[in-house]
T-cell receptor, first 112, second 116 residues
């Protein structure tokens, strides 16, 4: 099992450009999450998907959109990137009956 | 007041010593507590979870929970240089999630340095 995979690993954007971060899990988990991690701020939830076909906002959703394509895949889209979105983005998934979250390797995004 | 507070460190301990990492939380209804380890440039990985007051041991790691004091700690015995990482405390108000949204609040982490 690959666990949780994310692409790309690194990305540099110019202000105003758009991009989609991809996440996939092969653990048959129902719930998936997108976090961003910034120095001194900890992990902050952007969006989550409790189950296939549903998505909801987290703590910091502004400037982002998500799509739960199927049970395996959960993508995060930046429509018009801003320097404030420079961060490390982690995707995570959770087993339905356990509370431990499994994280992907992260995407390091820089917006110039 | 932050929901989950940790000393950012760095906490420096000599190899072989006990490292003690502390975390306080503000939500009294919290039920589930986690410790994640995050190496520099890597993603968090779960090392301990605890749900009841008292101690829980797993190898060199012991998690301690005191709900009355709203305090959770992680002890690492016989610390090794490979333990050098940032340790994230995470708290959830839910017992066992049956699916759906698991609200988890993360602390900002404590950086541990184990000196050879």
């Amino acid at each position: 099992n690959a666990g949780v995979t994310q692409t790309p690993k690194f990305q540099v954007l110019k202000t105003g450009q758009s991009m989609t971060l991809q996440c996939a899990q092969d653990m048959n988990h129902n719930s998936m999450y997108w976090y961003r991690q910034d120095p001194g701020m900890g992990l902050r939830l952007i969006y989550y998907s409790a189950s296939e076909g549903t998505t909801d906002k987290g703590e910091v959703p502004n400037g982002y959109n998500v799509s739960r394509l199927n049970k395996r895949e959960f993508s995060l889209r930046l429509e018009s990137a801003a320097p404030s979105q420079t961060s490390v983005y982690f995707c995570a998934s959770i087993r339905t009956t356990q509370d431990e979250q499994f994280f992907g390797p992260g995407t390091r995004l820089t917006v110039l | 007041q932050k929901e989950v507070e940790q000393n950012s460190g760095p906490l420096s301990v000599p190899e072989g010593a006990i490292a003690s990492l502390n975390c306080t939380y503000s939500d009294r209804v919290s039920q589930s507590f986690f410790w994640y380890r995050q190496y520099s440039g890597k993603s968090p990985e779960l090392i301990m979870s605890i749900y009841s007051n008292g101690d829980k041991e797993d190898g060199r790691f012991t998690a301690q929970l005191n709900k009355a004091s709203q305090y959770v700690s992680l002890l690492i015995r016989d610390s090794q240089p490979s333990d050098s990482a940032t340790y994230l405390c995470a708290v959830s108000p839910q017992w066992r999630s049956s699916g759906g949204y698991q609200k988890v609040t993360f602390g900002t982490g404590t950086k541990l340095q184990v000196i050879p």
